[in-house]
């Protein structure tokens, strides 16, 4: 495992991260998700990351009970505060009261007295973002946060967001939006507001949802338990995954295979790599329905791509790769 440092910050996070968006709580029994956990550990990753609102909450009990009795300095951990987790009207967003109250319950849930990193999941067009910095400021101060990320913003949204974290002295330093080969829409416009303001990437889905792992092969039926086919979450990550399940893109990810064989890689470590090729990127994350998985994906750390493999892929894609940022969030 590598480690790199998240933006301008001091903070090192491993390459290679281990989220629990879908499977913690939801798609894997709690004995599958601690194996994944204690997989990623014992192959050097030290950065997880999850959400309160992920599988109604449960998701960062998982990953509490998972990482009990590890050194808590030893690992760097990441939770998302805005996207509802309760009935209540204020169970939501990012006022003063949601921050606040949603904090100290993510604290309770994953078993300890710090959050690492706390993300805007999303950003909140019906709070002041001085309220919302002012929030994250008192949690910086109270230390149960040490900084502050951001989750799918736009490159204005960000621009906005670093100026009050400035003012308030308030360490802004991660973002983390979708990147991946067939997703690069913040390479116009965010990543250069996030270099100028020293915030580092923190990406998710480097996989496409699946479709980068090959599973998905044209004119075949979608997997059974695959992303494309789950009911999940009222059906978004079907939605999710099934924006790419399209016989143009299949057949371009078809071709990348021999690319990654040449290179003595799997396709989905290949596409883990790709990521981290670029120099914005801090760490990319990886989740796991088994702990093979979490094994056979941490492979990518480390690799450097030949200029000429990343010049074949882009030539591969060219066509089906979406580039437009007003596609955010």
């Known amino acids: 495992m590598k480690y790199r440092k998240l933006g301008k910050s ?37 950065t997880f990351d999850t959400a309160d609102a992920y599988s109604e909450t449960r998701a960062e009990s998982v990953l509490g009970e998972s990482l009990k009795g590890i050194r808590r300095e030893s690992i760097e951990l990441y939770t998302k505060v805005f996207h509802p987790t309760g009935p209540g009207h204020n169970d939501r967003g990012l006022s003063r009261k949601h921050i606040m109250e949603a904090c100290n319950a993510s604290l309770r849930r994953l078993q300890t007295d710090y959050i690492d990193v706390y993300y805007a999941h999303r950003f909140d067009a019906t709070v002041s973002l001085e309220e919302t910095f002012l929030a994250f400021s008192d949690l910086v101060r109270q230390g149960k946060v040490l900084y502050i990320g951001v989750s799918e913003w736009t490159a204005e949204q960000i621009k906005l967001g670093a100026t009050l974290a400035r003012e308030m002295k308030v360490p802004f330093v991660a973002s983390q939006p979708q990147y991946s080969m ?42 059974e338990g695959s992303r494309a086919s789950t009911t999940a979450g009222s059906g978004f ?35 883990v790599a790709w990521v981290l090729q670029n120099p914005h990127v801090s760490s990319a994350i990886i989740g796991a329905s088994k702990p093979e998985q979490v094994e056979e994906n941490v492979k990518a750390a480390g690799v450097c791509l030949d200029p000429e493999v990343m010049r074949q892929i882009n030539n591969i894609l060219n066509g089906v790769v979406e580039f437009d940022p007003s596609k955010t969030g």
């Open 10 to 46: 001091g903070l090192l996070v491993s390459e290679i991260a281990l989220g629990n968006w879908i499977t913690h709580g939801a798609q894997v029994d709690e004995a599958t998700a601690q194996a994944c956990v204690h997989a990623a550990l014992d192959s050097g990753i030290t």
């Open 182 to 223: 067939l997703w690069r829409i913040i390479e116009a416009e965010v990543i250069p507001a996030c270099e100028r303001e020293g915030i580092g990437q923190v990406v998710w889905s480097p996989l496409a949802q699946g479709t980068l792992s090959g599973k998905y092969a044209p004119d075949k039926p979608i997997p």
């Open 237 to 271: 990550f079907k939605r999710l995954a099934g924006q790419w399940l399209h016989q143009e893109v299949l057949q371009a990810v078809e071709r990348i295979q021999p690319i990654a064989k040449e290179c003595g890689l799997t396709l989905p470590q290949l596409a």
